[in-house]
T-cell receptor, first 113, second 114 residues
Framework: DAGVIQSPRHEVTEMGQEVTLRCKPI?????LFWYRQTMMRGLELLIY????????DSGMPEDRFSAKMPNASFSTLKIQPSEPRDSAVYFC???????????FGSGTQLSVL | GENVEQHPSTLSVQEGDSAVIKCTYS??????FPWYKQELGKRPQLIID?????GEKKDQRIAVTLNKTAKHFSLHITETQPEDSAVYFC?????????????FGTGTQLKVEL
């Protein structure tokens, strides 16, 4: 298995633009997580899904952030409109049923100018 | 919700020495405590974990200890090597049927000097 796959690896955009980050979890994993990593705040859980259903989105900072998981093999995190303070590394992670171990993707380095 | 505090934020040791990183958690219901290692520019990867029904766990040069009463747990690395240099994150989790929500500490930058 190729592991958790995220795209793009790097994204540079201008303030006000829409940004869409993509994630493909490991096949067979039924939980998917979106984390944001910054120097100041460390690893923050934004939202997680279980069996494609959002379970906890309390970490989503503002209404500008939204996440979807239309099927078991794909999820998106959208920021609209983007702001410079959204600049961070966004990680997607997945885990298999009954197991706690998280497998992280390579992350998306987002820079909002 | 769960709050995890981690200390120190940076740690520098000489090669061959031991390193200890400590974490505390707030929710007494937490029952799973993993440690992740993140090398520069890479993804976090699980290195060891412990459940609340165990007080200590070892895997070669690394070990974790858990004190449920005090709500703290620690990572111990012995005979440190340059390749141990990385950021280490502790985390706490409440395992429920509805999901698996990990709360991470703020990380410890470990530097092993030659």
């Amino acid at each position: 298995d190729a592991g958790v796959i995220q795209s793009p690896r790097h994204e540079v955009t201008e303030m006000g633009q829409e940004v869409t980050l993509r994630c493909k979890p490991i096949s067979g994993h039924n939980s998917l997580f979106w984390y944001r990593q910054t120097m100041m705040r460390g690893l923050e859980l934004l939202i997680y899904f279980n069996n494609n259903v959002p379970i906890d989105d309390s970490g989503m900072p503002e209404d500008r952030f939204s996440a979807k998981m239309p099927n078991a093999s794909f999820s998106t995190l959208k920021i609209q409109p983007s702001e410079p303070r959204d600049s961070a590394v966004y990680f997607c992670a997945s885990s298999s049923p009954g197991h706690e171990k998280l497998f992280f993707g390579s992350g998306t380095q987002l820079s909002v100018l | 919700g769960e709050n995890v505090e981690q200390h120190p934020s940076t740690l520098s040791v000489q090669e061959g020495d031991s390193a200890v990183i400590k974490c505390t958690y707030s929710d007494s219901a937490s029952n799973y405590f993993p440690w992740y290692k993140q090398e520069l520019g890479k993804r976090p990867q699980l290195i060891i974990d412990i459940r609340s029904n165990v007080g200590e766990k070892k895997d070669q040069r690394i070990a974790v200890t858990l004190n449920k009463t005090a709500k703290h747990f620690s990572l111990h690395i012995t005979e440190t090597q340059p390749e141990d240099s990385a950021v280490y994150f502790c985390a706490a989790n409440i395992l429920t049927g509805g999901g698996n929500k990990l709360t991470f500490g703020t990380g410890t930058q470990l530097k092993v000097e030659l």
